[in-house]
């Protein structure tokens, strides 16, 4: 079969090429692997951090390698500095077609016992509270438009429980419930909203004493970024137009959902 047929098919099929995309946290992990994903398949990207230095790093490689990438910093605690965001997606790309948030914190392993109201309010307020700024901030461009496809990455600590960071796995909860709920309000306006629930990936945020054994992952590896990112481009793209509400677990066979 010829090469050129078969990937000018899958462009077609998914229909991401030339679409503006915002990815939050894109300067590490699952989001530079999200943002390398996006941009590979014809995506703009205005790819969102604090980290500069290394949100730079990657936007210059993906530049170099023929993506179209703005780094901007973006502390999603900030609400200006989401407006900023979703302005330069307009200013520069004609609109906000995807929005990925992906940007979070952990909680470093804290039992119920160590955590105050300080320490809850702090990862409630990053984890979910600013995933629900920034989907009000996009709306808007995305109706106008009548179209929109919005990524939440929630975790498996959602879905199975987990032994510590009980304020991490509510955030996250909370991520499934808003997806769930935002998917039966604007679906009426073709905007599409689904959340990944990963299970353990290869980044710095997975904890020391986690392991392929301890997590029971039946294809015998850790994730890696790229399986969150081809994850992320399937639900950004024309190819999952019947999906809406919906949580798709990467986890190589971790849990069954
Ligand atoms: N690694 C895993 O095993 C795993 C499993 C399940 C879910 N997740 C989720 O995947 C996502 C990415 O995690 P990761 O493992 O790549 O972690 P990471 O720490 O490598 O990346 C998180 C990124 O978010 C950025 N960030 C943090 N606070 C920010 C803020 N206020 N504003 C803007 N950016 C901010 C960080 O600078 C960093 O670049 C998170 O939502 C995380 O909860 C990760």
Redesign the pocket.
Request: proline share 4%; glycine share 14%; hydrophobic share 40%.
């Given at each position: 079969m010829n090469e050129r047929y078969v990937i000018q098919s899958m462009y077609d099929y998914f229909k991401l090429a030339g679409k503006s995309a915002i990815v939050?946290?894109?300067?590490?992990?699952?989001?530079?692997?999200i943002a390398e994903t996006l941009s590979s398949l014809g995506v703009n990207v205005v790819a969102?951090?604090?980290?500069d230095d290394?949100?730079a790093e990657v936007a210059r490689r993906l530049n170099e390698a023929g993506g179209t990438v703005t780094p901007l910093h973006?502390?999603?605690?900030?609400t200006e500095?989401i407006d900023r965001a979703v302005q330069t997606a307009v200013d520069s790309y004609g609109g906000v077609d995807i929005l990925v948030?992906?940007?979070?914190?952990?909680g470093g392993g804290k039992k119920i016992d160590d955590i105050d109201d300080a320490e809850w309010d702090r990862l409630i307020e990053?984890?979910l509270t600013?995933v629900y700024k920034f989907i009000m901030r996009v709306l808007p461009h995305m109706r106008a438009k009548k179209s929109g496809k919005i990524v939440n990455?929630?975790?498996?600590?959602a879905i199975t429980g987990d032994w510590s960071d009980p304020h991490?796995a509510a955030a996250?909860g909370g991520v499934i419930s808003l997806g769930r709920e935002l998917a039966v309000e604007l679906a009426k306006d073709h905007i599409y909203i689904n959340t990944?629930?990963?299970?353990?990936?290869?980044?710095?945020?997975?904890l020391p004493w986690?392991s392929v054994e301890a997590n029971n992952i039946l294809v015998g590896r850790?994730?890696e970024?790229g399986d969150?990112g081809a994850t992320t481009a399937f639900l950004a793209s024309a190819a999952s137009d019947f999906y809406t509400g919906q949580v798709l677990c990467p986890n190589g066979g971790s849990w069954m959902y």
């Open positions: 939050t946290g894109a300067a590490n992990g699952i989001g530079a692997g969102c951090d604090i980290e290394a949100l973006c502390d999603i605690r900030r500095d948030n992906n940007a979070a914190g952990c990053l984890n600013c990455i929630s975790s498996g600590a991490y996250k990944i629930a990963p299970g353990l990936i290869r980044t710095r945020m997975v986690e850790l994730g970024p969150i």
